[in-house]
């Protein structure tokens, strides 16, 4: 006689999982989470306003806080391309030797040739679009390490500033300084208005569009999005050229703010960049930054340099201070990746581990 077979015969096993956020859950907790670090990045930057406002009597004042927001723009516009860079998974050394040399070619065709702003204007953006651009091409066609293509191109680039200009600087005067003289009744310069502008360009074309939602995901994995069928290269080398011109346009911003044209214009530009995207929260990993938070690690680098200033503090000093939060907001990136890793703890806090049952 044969005994029917049990009901469990065939069953899988009991497993044990977790219970996850839902997508739509998942997604307003992110946005929650970003907004939380935005908010962060705006205290912070209040709380150094406050600080620096009690240490020195003079700095919370219209004169002071119209300097700082006159002397960031090339910086800023400088950050916005760093800030694309990154997310794709690459850095560019670059941008403070080609800010020099663009700078450089400016005076001369300004000084020497005697040409005027609109038409130098153009010559230095298209000189520094296409030392980028060629920055983008060695790294991404012949497969170089960024970081190695970027440090000859620095070499190369701060080499000729000395050489076109013959190391000399060369005065331009008020030709070129209307960009950063301050507006009437404003006390702000239109380069200020005009970073402010590539900044909101910057953040719409990340967040809006597919060509920022490609970098995001090449970042991330750009393995996946090649398997996807999409051809990664041109949009890499597109953002190296996007870095050359933001950086040719920081040199109009910075050769106009001194009235000249220096050969040793932007030598450390490509650090304050850095440190600034990644006090934004960008990752020097790749696949997560937003455009506007690295104008906010602008403004905290500028803050934390003209507050250090008002005190009395020696470049020294300032140096150690500017590491020291440079190194902090990286490990802040390293532990926020890790949690990421974690899925979502608040939400396994709230429900719970459980026990489903298969079948």
Request: with cysteine.
């Amino acid at each position: 006689m044969k005994t029917a077979p049990s009901n469990d015969a065939g069953r899988p096993p009991l497993v044990a999982t977790e219970r996850v956020a839902p997508p739509k859950l998942a997604n307003r907790l992110t946005r929650l989470k970003r907004l939380g670090e935005f908010a962060a990045l705006v205290g912070t930057w209040l709380a150094l306003l406050l600080i620096f406002g009690a240490l020195s009597p003079n700095f919370l004042t219209p004169q002071t806080l119209g300097a700082l927001a006159n002397r960031v723009p090339a910086l800023v516009v400088v950050s916005v391309g760093m800030t694309l860079v990154l997310i794709i998974g690459g850095i560019d050394l670059s941008v403070g030797s080609l800010l020099g040399l663009a700078g450089a070619v400016l005076g001369v065709a300004m000084v020497d040739w005697h040409w005027p702003l609109w038409a130098a204007g153009p010559l230095c953006l298209l000189l520094a679009l296409g030392l980028g651009g060629i920055n983008g091409f060695l790294s991404v066609r012949l497969e170089i390490p960024s970081f190695i293509v970027t440090l000859g191109m620095l070499e190369i680039a701060r080499g000729l500033a000395y050489l076109v200009t013959h190391s000399q600087t060369k005065y331009i005067g008020p030709r070129v300084e209307g960009l950063s003289r301050p507006l009437a009744g404003l006390g702000l310069s239109p380069a200020f208005f005009l970073a402010i502008l590539v900044v909101a360009a910057g953040q719409i074309v990340l967040a809006r569009t597919l060509f920022g939602r490609n970098l995001v995901a090449i970042g991330s994995n750009e393995r996946a999005v090649r398997l996807a069928g999409v051809d990664t290269a041109p949009a890499k080398i597109a953002v190296f050229a996007l870095v050359g011109l933001l950086t040719g346009l920081g040199s109009l911003f910075y050769t106009s703010r001194l009235g000249s044209s220096d050969p040793n214009a932007g030598i450390g530009m490509e650090l304050s960049a850095i440190a600034a995207v990644v006090i934004g929260g960008t990752s020097l990993m790749g696949g997560r930054g937003s455009v506007v938070s690295s104008f906010l690690g602008v403004l905290i680098i500028a803050t934390l340099d003209s507050g250090l200033a008002q005190v009395g503090a020696n470049e020294p000093t300032k140096r150690v201070v500017t590491g020291s939060v440079i190194i902090i907001a990286v490990v802040l990136d390293a532990w926020r990746r890790r949690l990421a890793g974690q899925g979502f703890p608040l939400w396994q806090r709230l429900v719970g581990k459980k026990m489903s049952l298969a079948g």
